[in-house]
């Protein structure tokens, strides 16, 4: 009997375990189907305002300085529309990627979330994984686990949102998925990489990293679509 019990359990996480692993749609929680209710209506008029649809496909850029993460929202044309700033409530570290494990660093970079890296259970009141290290940071032999952008406003590597932003920031983009977006990229930066900024810091160490961001940065606002982002002879590449 006990063996049987144990194979039942042994099979129910198995189940749970495969749901979250390879669910195409963002899992929910008490809390995250209460947030929804509470959000979605408002967030679908300010849409409304911009021609946006809710539940379209979304793109987030992260900037350091000054502490602001977008969200875009793809338009029926196919280009994607500034739709909200949000405030970070605060992050780890200072201008530059994360390198390794404890560094206590965010991370930049180009990076894309599935609905499995969705949190609704969250410590942190809701969340989602960054997917830190991507293929380029492993290249580089960097090293680290569970970077998210989360609430609480409290960061030891994360981008830590007030739990009000994260509420909007995480319905968009479970909507989003819901919808048929199979993942959502998320550009993170240390600033805005327009060149008269940029060559502020040529005596920066990251300066050559940053000039490679750049290229990524440059194609979004000449396109107003994110690229695909490959890697080839250890530099990021871009492409339609």
């Not at 970079?109 to 410590?123: E, I, M």
Request: charged share 20%; hydrophobic share 35%; with cysteine.
């Amino acid at each position: 009997m006990i063996n049987k019990r144990t194979n039942i359990i042994t099979y129910l996480l198995f189940l749970l375990f495969s749901a979250q692993v390879f669910s195409t749609e963002p899992l929910t929680s008490i809390r995250s189907e209460n947030i929804r209710l509470k959000v979605e209506p408002v967030l679908k008029k300010e849409l409304l305002a911009k021609n946006l649809n809710y539940g379209a496909p979304i793109f987030i850029r992260i900037f350091k300085d000054p502490g602001v993460l977008e969200v875009w929202v793809e338009s029926e044309n196919g280009s994607f529309v500034h739709f909200k700033d949000y405030d970070i409530c605060t992050f780890s570290g200072y201008l530059g990627p994360k390198q390794k494990e404890g560094d206590r660093q965010s991370p930049e970079g180009f990076y894309f979330v599935t609905a499995a890296q969705l949190n609704p259970w969250s410590s942190y009141h809701l969340s989602f994984n960054l997917g830190y290290p991507n293929k380029y940071d492993r290249l580089h032999g960097r090293t680290g686990s569970a970077l998210m952008v989360h609430g609480h406003c409290v960061s030891i590597g994360c981008y830590a949102m007030t739990n009000r932003n994260i509420d909007e920031i995480y319905t968009l983009a479970a909507a989003a998925l819901k919808s048929g977006q199979p993942f959502f990229r998320v550009h993170s930066f240390p600033f805005e990489l327009e060149s008269k900024l940029l060559s502020k810091y040529q005596s920066n160490p990251w300066y050559p990293f940053w000039l490679n961001l750049k290229e990524g940065y440059d194609y979004f606002n000449h396109h107003k679509r994110p690229p695909d982002v490959g890697v080839l002879n250890g530099q990021y590449t871009f492409s339609e």
